[in-house]
């Protein structure tokens, strides 16, 4: 702050002197306000440009102190003052790394962390993991060195060794499969490990390995735990994906035996409930259309939901009319929802009521400008209506939305 306070006096007394020496008057500064001149001796004006840095360094103060500015700015600020104790090295380091200040919770981790501490070895890996998330692989080995002499307990030598293993993994020139191999024993010794366990499955992700990632989160390791619900959407995913990707006759009870498998934690979800509703009425034959579309009125009898109303305009169910009821009756509670217009935009479409269509799909555009389907939607009507080459700049709008 202090060095703020002198650099910005010091560039504005050169600045200002060069102003007074090429001025039309020497030793004289000339101000231009509104159409107005005004011309103040060298002396005047410097004063007034001290007082106005000094009062914009004391807001500043005063701000950061009373009103409480970002953390970040007051944690850094104090902890260059001398004399600070550890204790509030400490707190500034561990508020630093919940606001993922990397640089700051390493210093202040570093200097706050003492051989006394009961918890200085996980301190000291606070600071080691601050280290590595801002890729400082020097100052991370050595934290690691110094948790390593001041580990005493079972817990924390077990984060060390899964630090030290990503330590390892990550430097420049290490092979995948070593870390890969590294990764795999820790886990068998710590079975409980999620962030391992996450941190093994991007590695067979990227490697293609989906059997391995799979034997990752079988039923012996389902939770409700963030991570594993994550990987576990992803397998799951992957596996509907794959039931369509077959014979068409059998791709519908593929699909229903594999939803029937899926955990709670999974099937409650309703960006999977899309998903499988999606494949059922786009990718099997017209009774899983006719199905998907029973069951996606069903779900809107329980709660409104605007993807499903968007995939419910998409799908081809056998008797359009009851479809557009349906779509209809929804309309006049919930006649702000973009999603709803553009569902009933496309089953006009179908219908080939145009202008009806026309309506709905210009509502949507005004609600959701730039969106990809809606885009597309009106070229499609552009194209039924004749304008080809109106259709043609809003099939390359709805590309690069």
């Not at 159409?35 to 004391?58: C, D, H, K, P």
């Not at 820790?186 to 996450?198: I, M, S």
């Not at 409104?304 to 557009?324: C, F, K, M, T």
Request: net charge neutral.
């Amino acid at each position: 702050m202090k060095a703020y306070l002198w650099l910005s006096l010091v560039v504005m007394l050169i600045v200002m002197i060069s102003i007074a020496i090429f001025s039309n008057v020497p030793g004289h500064v000339e101000l231009s306000w509104r159409g107005e001149e005004y011309r103040v001796s060298l002396m005047t004006a410097l004063l007034l440009l001290f007082s106005f840095i000094l009062f914009g360094y004391l807001l500043l103060r005063a701000l950061i102190g009373v009103f409480s500015l970002p953390m970040t700015l007051s944690s850094l600020w104090q902890s260059k003052q001398p004399g600070i104790s550890p204790t509030e090295h400490l707190i500034i380091g561990l508020s630093a790394f919940v606001s993922e200040d990397w640089l700051l919770a390493c210093r202040s981790l570093e200097h706050g962390t003492t051989k006394t501490q009961p918890q200085a070895a996980a301190l000291m890996l606070l600071a080691a993991r601050a280290a590595m998330e801002q890729g400082d692989q020097k100052l991370l080995s050595q934290y690691l060195g110094k948790a390593k002499s001041l580990v005493q307990d079972d817990v924390t030598r077990q984060a060390l060794a899964y630090l030290k293993i990503i330590s390892d993994g990550t430097k420049e020139g290490s092979k995948p499969a070593d870390y890969i191999a590294q990764l795999d024993t820790f886990l068998k010794e710590h079975p409980k490990h999620d962030e391992a366990r996450a941190k093994l499955a991007s590695l067979y992700q990227a490697q293609g390995d989906w059997e391995k990632v799979e034997e990752l989160f079988d039923k012996e390791y389902l939770s409700e735990r963030q991570s594993d619900v994550a990987w576990q959407k992803k397998i799951w995913f992957r596996q509907l994906d794959k039931a369509v990707a077959g014979d068409v006759a059998t791709r519908l009870k593929k699909l229903e035996r594999i939803w029937s498998e899926l955990p709670r934690t999974i099937n409650d979800d309703p960006q999977c409930r899309a998903h499988y509703l999606q494949l059922m009425g786009l990718s099997t034959e017209q009774n899983g259309a006719d199905l998907a579309v029973q069951k996606i009125e069903q779900h809107m009898q329980e709660a409104w939901s605007p993807p499903l109303a968007r995939l419910y305009g998409l799908i081809s169910g056998a008797d359009v009319e009851a479809q557009l009821r349906v779509a209809t009756a929804w309309h006049t509670k919930h006649q702000e929802d973009a999603d709803l217009a553009l569902c009933l935009g496309r089953i006009y479409l179908r219908q080939g009521a145009l202008v009806k269509a026309g309506e709905q799909l210009q509502q949507a555009a005004k609600q959701r400008p730039g969106d990809a389907d809606i885009c597309s939607e009106l070229a499609r009507l552009s194209a039924a209506q004749g304008e080809f080459a109106k259709s043609h700049k809003q099939l390359v709008a709805a590309k690069s939305s």
